[in-house]
């Protein structure tokens, strides 16, 4: 049975950014539940997968260099520890993964074709479509079954677990290796990070709930690590239930006392979080109304799709932040939906006449702040609101 944990009124797609200020957008209620069956937090309110992930879709994990490197150090640890001749990712994105894979023996599913193109493009064979049944049939027979399908941040996004895994579990070898990495849904929860809730995170796995799915689909989880990208991610290691592979009990039995002591799959302990989160909406956009107050300018640092979900959860607009500043091409020039923030170029000249930068990509946080030690040292602040509101000045 679903039982709803919080909700938010007409909340627009985090990454349908505007080219004109005051265009139409459409907006969403976004209602987040718990089953209290498999313990799975995710979204009940199903937006069109085509609409989320359009053939100009924005996010490019490629632009931040923390993901570069965690993805080169993954895709090493993966060819180390399993070996695998041949290799599927689903969600290849702009590459960032597949790129230290042989193209060969490598094959990607990416419905972005803007994003398809590219790893077509460097030799990887790139299905331009969403995962599928009718695809696994077709990957299946054309490439045969593997020995390594990798997937991040892109298995929490997917509407129809039941479908997705039992088609990965079609398309793996015997023996093979099903590697995810999604935001920890306990992390999320440590860190009170309420603006990871949004219509393209579809679902919000925490080990008990992951392996409940994947059990129910014919796959077992036999490890488990947490990688410190995007607020605490796990990397889940799973493999077809008739396989050989050795689960690590210790492993998992002692994320499983964690999971169960912090209350992730307690619906009553949930609740209590949610109030908790949403006593720091209230305090982010106090603290920003006191700032401005004091005369002082407030720009946004990263238009991440979580950054626009803190805009417009706390209904902040650009008369307490003047514009939201970003490296990535395709969000510059455009505005945050909703909240209508200007997003700007990154241009560290600008930071000049900056006295407080809000930190939408607070994930980011120790890159950003030793990329910008000389904006604090000549006084500037960086405001935090993960895991509470904080000011970081040194
Ligand atoms: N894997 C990259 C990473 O971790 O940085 C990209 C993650 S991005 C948030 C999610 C990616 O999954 C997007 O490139 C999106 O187009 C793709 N995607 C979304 N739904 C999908 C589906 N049903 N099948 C395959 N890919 C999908
Ligand atoms: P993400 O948290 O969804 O990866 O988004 C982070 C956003 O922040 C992305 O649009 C890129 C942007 N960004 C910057 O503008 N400057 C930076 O130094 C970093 C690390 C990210």
């Given at each position: 049975m679903l039982k709803n944990l919080i909700s938010f009124k007409k909340?627009?797609?985090?990454?349908?950014?505007?080219?004109?200020?005051n265009e139409n957008i459409n907006y969403y209620d976004l209602n987040i539940s718990f089953d209290d069956d498999t313990k799975l937090v995710s979204v009940v309110d199903n937006v069109n997968p085509e609409e989320l992930f359009?053939?100009?879709?924005?996010?490019?994990?490629?632009?931040?260099t923390t993901m570069v490197n965690h993805f080169k150090d993954c895709a090493e640890y993966l060819q180390k520890r399993f070996i695998p001749y041949n290799t599927l990712e689903i969600g290849?994105?702009?590459?960032i993964f597949i790129r230290h894979f042989n193209p060969d023996t490598t094959i990607a599913v990416e419905p972005c074709s803007n994003f398809a193109d590219i790893t077509n493009d460097m030799e990887y064979k790139t299905?331009?479509?969403?995962?599928s049944t009718h695809l696994a049939k077709y990957i299946r027979l054309t490439h045969?079954?593997?020995?390594l399908i990798f997937s991040a941040n892109t298995i929490s996004h997917i509407q129809g677990l039941d479908e997705c895994l039992t088609n990965v579990k079609k398309c793996l070898n015997e023996d093979g290796v099903f590697v995810v990495e999604c935001p920890s849904f306990l992390e999320l929860l440590r860190e009170n990070?309420?603006?990871?809730?949004?219509?393209?995170?579809?679902s919000y796995f925490s080990m008990i709930s992951f392996r409940n799915l994947l059990e129910k689909n014919g796959l077992k989880l036999f490890d488990i690590e947490l990688v410190p990208v995007h607020g605490g991610t796990y990397r889940f290691f799973a493999c077809r239930q008739d396989s050989s592979i050795d689960v690590n009990h210790n492993n998992i039995n002692k994320w499983e006392t964690e999971e169960k002591e912090f209350g992730v799959d307690s619906y009553n302990k949930l609740k209590d979080r949610m109030s908790i989160m949403k006593k720091n909406m209230i305090d982010i956009k106090e603290t920003l109304q006191k700032i401005k107050s004091e005369n002082k300018n407030i720009i946004g640092y990263g238009a991440s799709a979580k950054f626009i979900q803190v805009s417009n959860m706390c209904d902040l607009n650009n008369n307490l932040i003047s514009y939201v500043m970003d490296t990535t091409p395709d969000k510059q020039n455009k505005y945050t939906p909703k909240s209508r923030i200007p997003i700007e170029k990154y241009?560290?000249?600008?930071?000049?006449?900056?006295?407080y930068c809000f930190l939408?990509?607070?994930?980011f946080l120790d890159e950003i702040v030793e990329k910008e030690k000389e904006f604090i040292s000549n006084g500037g602040k960086f405001i935090t609101h993960i895991p509470k509101v904080e000011i970081i000045d040194k």
């Amino acid at each position: 049975m679903l039982k709803n944990l919080i909700s938010f009124k007409k909340i627009p797609l985090s990454n349908s950014l505007l080219e004109n200020k005051n265009e139409n957008i459409n907006y969403y209620d976004l209602n987040i539940s718990f089953d209290d069956d498999t313990k799975l937090v995710s979204v009940v309110d199903n937006v069109n997968p085509e609409e989320l992930f359009p053939d100009d879709y924005v996010y490019d994990s490629s632009q931040s260099t923390t993901m570069v490197n965690h993805f080169k150090d993954c895709a090493e640890y993966l060819q180390k520890r399993f070996i695998p001749y041949n290799t599927l990712e689903i969600g290849s994105n702009s590459g960032i993964f597949i790129r230290h894979f042989n193209p060969d023996t490598t094959i990607a599913v990416e419905p972005c074709s803007n994003f398809a193109d590219i790893t077509n493009d460097m030799e990887y064979k790139t299905y331009d479509s969403f995962w599928s049944t009718h695809l696994a049939k077709y990957i299946r027979l054309t490439h045969g079954t593997m020995d390594l399908i990798f997937s991040a941040n892109t298995i929490s996004h997917i509407q129809g677990l039941d479908e997705c895994l039992t088609n990965v579990k079609k398309c793996l070898n015997e023996d093979g290796v099903f590697v995810v990495e999604c935001p920890s849904f306990l992390e999320l929860l440590r860190e009170n990070a309420f603006d990871q809730f949004y219509h393209e995170h579809q679902s919000y796995f925490s080990m008990i709930s992951f392996r409940n799915l994947l059990e129910k689909n014919g796959l077992k989880l036999f490890d488990i690590e947490l990688v410190p990208v995007h607020g605490g991610t796990y990397r889940f290691f799973a493999c077809r239930q008739d396989s050989s592979i050795d689960v690590n009990h210790n492993n998992i039995n002692k994320w499983e006392t964690e999971e169960k002591e912090f209350g992730v799959d307690s619906y009553n302990k949930l609740k209590d979080r949610m109030s908790i989160m949403k006593k720091n909406m209230i305090d982010i956009k106090e603290t920003l109304q006191k700032i401005k107050s004091e005369n002082k300018n407030i720009i946004g640092y990263g238009a991440s799709a979580k950054f626009i979900q803190v805009s417009n959860m706390c209904d902040l607009n650009n008369n307490l932040i003047s514009y939201v500043m970003d490296t990535t091409p395709d969000k510059q020039n455009k505005y945050t939906p909703k909240s209508r923030i200007p997003i700007e170029k990154y241009d560290k000249n600008k930071l000049k006449n900056v006295d407080y930068c809000f930190l939408g990509a607070w994930n980011f946080l120790d890159e950003i702040v030793e990329k910008e030690k000389e904006f604090i040292s000549n006084g500037g602040k960086f405001i935090t609101h993960i895991p509470k509101v904080e000011i970081i000045d040194k």
